[in-house]
């Protein structure tokens, strides 16, 4: 390949472009394939370094993931990660069973500075753990470079040949110095220059969209949001006017958005688009009466858009190609990022239906976390405004409501959702949260208010810091602030008489309800 490209070979973990992403962060091109890749493909790529990641399995199991020990052969250096470094020391020789003590979370890992791996990384750094089995004896050839108080293998190498495993995980936030060892690894051990930057993603990207759409016609599912914006931007660069964005209002957006949208992109906006406005909220509030399982709402919502989009490609005519603003979180949590599991259907991506009117679809940002989303849409000169606007789902306010989705229901989430955004604003956090919105629960409760009896719903408010979406802690609001803007909704918002605020991180949870 022209360009220094790192292989991650996915063994199923939940963090497999996670990795990705962080060796992008150091400026190098990298690249996901399941383990399932044959070697000669590996080979035919030239990769500078492989990364093998995590996974639910133990290797030492006879259906278990596994690879051909050819792989630690080909003078190539590689990286195991948790379970990649376990799978690593039982192919060559090592032992691999089962933990007597199970380490889970932040732990105390004491590391050999010496190790190319280790450079400029304090001898005692604290490194996220998660495994069952643990490296009982490293395989014939390594030397052991870490070790914590019940794990003696937390780290080996074979200099020679360039073999490392490394039983914790370096590319989550909460290895303190994880984003050091992954550098000194991609940088160091396999000596990359780190040439590949943002503004070559785009320029790829927009070669490679004219190569696949030639002189057909695209669809793009315009929300206005941050992902389907830079989708709109990055299309509309590399073809023009054989870009139609369709916009359904499916009466599930936050208050005054579907005007806000047309204002943006509409034929008095800022970009050259055709745009197309599509009222569908009634036929949303009919395909989702009496629905209450959050999953079928997901793929409801997520089938309507695909109809509405054949409909309005009958009226234009031969339309080709399905664009989506589709992101990574979007992919691994619909199981289909590699081995990974189940978590919701995002409605453009497993929430799709099995037939779709169109020859294919294009993902232009499908390899993309949020943050690298942005990157993107500066790049392309699209408004800063616009890029570091609040996330908001495909599915909308009807993952925001739980239980049935009603008119009335709506009214309440969005009449609730303005005044807090609108709170948060005045106290100058909006630049610190990285998503907040007000969610309307299913709890009805008795209340007072003017002296009489009241029986209405409860909403809860959200909001949480991340980098990545993959995880997320719940924000710090100060107390004034969650006091005014309870006050408000319970004052303004007719049919509310409880507010409460969700403390909870992800994982466990999510950061949208359902």
């Given amino acids: 390949m ?36 044959d070697i000669e493909k590996i080979k035919a790529m030239n990769p500078k370094g492989i990364i093998l990641t995590g996974g639910p399995n133990s290797c030492y199991e006879a259906d278990s993931p596994t690879y051909t020990k050819e792989l630690f052969e080909l003078g190539i250096p590689v990286l195991g990660l948790c379970y990649g470094a376990q799978l690593m020391q039982h ?28 450079g400029n990384v304090s001898p005692s750094t604290i490194c996220w753990m998660s495994h069952f089995d643990y490296i009982a004896k490293a395989a014939p050839g390594f030397k052991i470079t870490a070790h914590t108080a019940d794990c003696p293998v937390a780290a080996a190498e074979n200099e020679e040949k360039h073999l490392y495993a490394i039983q914790f995980h370096p590319e989550v936030l909460h290895t303190q110095e994880g984003t050091k060892m992954l550098y000194n690894f991609v940088r160091g051990v396999c000596g990359c220059a ?21 002189d057909g016609k695209v669809l793009l599912a315009l929300s206005g949001g941050v992902d389907s914006s830079v ?33 943006v992109f509409g034929p008095k906006g800022q970009f050259d688009l055709n745009f197309i ?22 793929k409801i919502i997520g089938e309507e858009f695909i109809r509405v989009f054949e409909e309005e490609a009958k009226k234009i005519g031969a339309v080709d190609f399905l664009a989506q603003g589709t992101i ?37 940002l499908r390899d993309l976390f949020k943050d690298e989303v942005r990157k993107a849409g500066l790049e392309l000169g699209i408004p800063r405004e616009l890029v570091f606007r609040q996330p908001f789902p495909g599915p909308g306010l009807g993952i925001r409501i739980i239980g049935e989705i009603t008119a009335e229901k709506v009214r309440i989430v969005q009449d609730a959702d303005y005044i807090y955004r609108e709170e948060i604003a005045k106290a100058g956090l909006d630049q610190d949260i990285n998503q907040y919105f007000a969610a309307l629960t299913n709890m009805r409760s008795v209340g007072v208010m003017g002296d009489e009896r009241t029986y209405d719903y409860a909403v809860a408010l959200r909001a949480v810091k991340t980098i990545d979406f993959m995880t997320a802690e719940a924000a710090e609001i100060p107390w004034e602030v969650l006091q005014t803007v309870m006050s408000r909704i319970i004052n303004e918002v ?21």
């Fill in 2 to 37: 022209e360009r220094e490209t790192v292989i991650v070979l996915d063994f199923g973990g939940q963090y497999n472009q996670l990795i990705a992403r962080r060796v992008r962060e150091c400026n190098v091109y990298c690249e996901i394939y399941s383990y399932r890749t």
């Fill in 91 to 118: 192919l060559l020789g090592g032992v691999v069973t089962r933990a007597e003590v199970r380490e889970y979370g932040k732990t105390e890992v004491f590391v050999d500075t010496t190790s190319r791996l280790f």
């Fill in 194 to 214: 780190g040439d590949w930057r943002m503004d070559s993603f785009v320029e790829n990207s927009i070669r490679a969209i004219r190569e696949k759409v030639g």
């Fill in 231 to 263: 989708a709109a931007g990055l299309l509309s660069r590399a073809i023009g006017k054989q870009l139609t964005c369709v916009f359904v209002d499916h009466g599930l957006l936050r208050k005054n958005e579907g005007d806000e949208v047309e204002a």
């Fill in 277 to 298: 406005r599509v009222n569908a909220q009634e036929r949303y509030y009919s395909k989702l009466a009496g629905v209450t399982e959050p999953e079928q709402k997901r």
């Fill in 328 to 364: 990574y979180p979007d992919v691994v949590e619909s199981g289909l990022g590699g081995e990974s599991a189940v978590i919701k259907s995002h409605h453009n991506v497993g929430g799709l239906p099995k037939n779709v009117d169109f020859k294919e679809i294009i993902e232009p």
């Fill in 494 to 514: 007719k049919g509310v008489n409880r507010v409460f605020y969700d403390l909870t991180s992800k994982p466990p949870g999510t950061i949208e309800f359902e």
